[in-house]
């Protein structure tokens, strides 16, 4: 457990706060590129690690994150005009770049000088494997932009979907790094034979783990009784400060997720599938990815989850007693509702920690060790793009081989290709 500081030293994400400038030195999943469609299209609000934010697409493609209220007199630049390389505030028509420079104050004389003294907020974008990218860190120059695989491979090789979980985001990522759960939670009652993975899962659900430091985070392997004198091993990755990867048990490829701020009480949760060495191919839904594994069925319009707390995330009594552990659909609602219903930032002094929670522990334990070493020295662990070189996996290995020589090469990704472009 940890006691009421160190909760709130690992949850609170705002400006100023030990976590929040630890995070801001990344670079920060902010958006899909899809989010901003044309150039000179319709601003939107967003909202990370408590700022308030609106982007937009200039004139030239280039994407903007600039802070939502305007440096005059504090109106919201989402009503703004997108217009010639620009966000207009409609308030005054003052006007300002993608770097946050005001280019136009209309409201003034011909012969003031005074916009050349005023700057908004703005934060640098990047796009890259269909997602924009923020720095909102001190650094200059810029950190590398990550090389996480699902961000590398060819057009078409991956699936990235976004949605709200509204908790706070350590409880989501603890979530993503339990490999205990999955033998409850994610059960089903009468397992297809040919689900491999979800076969060898259930029938040992006492996974013992070997856990290991990266340069970027953590190689967590559950362990489980195959077949006699073999075991079944799940190999997943954390990667700073909020990255999950984990091998298939429905979707199609290599899955991921990618927990990011909202504010202290949500979080943005990403939601990745992909393959390497083929083009994946994930059932839409108005345009969304959905299914039975990792992807939610949203709201039209909205990020929020159809199955959510204001409907029991639509649990089906007569289904949890005949098809399923917890009558839930899908396993993305079936994380949320296990992580949700904890509260909004759960007190981790009433839990009670067992042998299961291992990788919870090293968790906690890597983002502490990261964050002392911020604080001492500004060293930001993690950020170097070659330890970003790393996937997931899952095999079944005679007992006697250990889990780092049988999986070998499977646990090191091939950029065969330049990296796509949004």
């Not at 839409?284 to 992807?295: L, M, S, T």
Request: hydrophobic share 35%; proline share 9%; aromatic share 8%.
């Amino acid at each position: 457990m940890l006691t009421p500081e160190e909760n709130e030293l690992l949850t609170r994400t705002g400006p100023g706060t030990p976590m929040g400038t630890l995070l801001r030195e990344y670079w920060i999943p902010a958006m899909l590129s899809d989010d901003l469609p044309t150039a000179d299209c319709a601003p939107t609000r967003l909202t990370l690690l408590n700022e308030r934010l609106v982007a937009f697409r200039d004139t030239n493609g280039q994407v903007a994150l600039i802070a939502e209220n305007c440096p005059h007199r504090g109106a919201s630049l989402f009503f703004g005009r997108n217009e010639e390389c620009g966000i207009r505030c409609v308030y005054h028509g003052w006007k300002f770049d993608v770097t946050g420079e005001c280019v136009d104050m209309p409201s003034e004389p011909a012969e003031s000088n005074f916009k050349s003294k005023i700057k908004a907020t703005a934060y640098p974008c990047e796009e890259r494997g269909g997602v924009i990218w923020t720095y909102m860190g001190p650094s200059r120059p810029l950190p590398p932009l990550p090389e996480l695989e699902w961000a590398m491979v060819p057009a078409g090789h991956a699936v990235v979907s976004k949605r709200i979980q509204e908790c706070n985001w350590l409880q989501a990522l603890e979530g993503g790094v339990d490999l205990s759960h999955i033998s409850f939670l994610h059960r089903n009652i009468g397992v297809p034979g040919d689900q491999r993975g979800q076969e060898l899962t259930q029938r040992d659900p006492i996974p013992r783990f070997e856990i290991v430091d990266s340069e970027a985070g953590l190689v967590i392997a559950a362990r489980r009784n195959a077949e006699e004198g073999s075991y079944y091993w799940r190999i997943s990755q954390f990667l700073l400060p909020w990255y999950t990867m984990f091998p298939p048990l429905v979707d199609e490829g290599m899955g991921g997720h990618a927990w990011v701020p909202i504010d202290d009480e949500s979080c943005w949760a990403y939601s990745m599938t992909w393959n390497p060495d083929s083009p994946v191919d994930v059932e839409r839904r108005d345009g969304q990815p959905v299914g039975e594994g990792i992807y939610s069925n949203l709201i039209p319009g909205t990020f929020r989850p159809r199955a959510n707390r204001d409907n029991d995330y639509l649990v089906d009594r007569e289904v949890q007693r005949t098809r399923s552990f917890t009558g839930i659909p899908g396993f993305a609602a079936q994380d949320c509702a296990a992580q949700e219903s904890m509260g909004l930032i759960f007190d981790r002094s009433k839990e009670h920690l067992s042998s299961g929670d291992m990788p919870i522990m090293a968790l906690r334990r890597r983002l502490q060790d990261a964050l002392t070493a911020h604080q001492a020295s500004q060293d930001v662990d993690g950020l170097a793009p070659p330890s970003h070189h790393v996937r997931p996996t899952a095999l079944v290995l005679p007992s006697g081989v250990p889990f780092q020589e049988g999986a070998g090469e499977r646990s090191e990704p091939h950029y065969s290709t330049p990296a796509r472009s949004a």
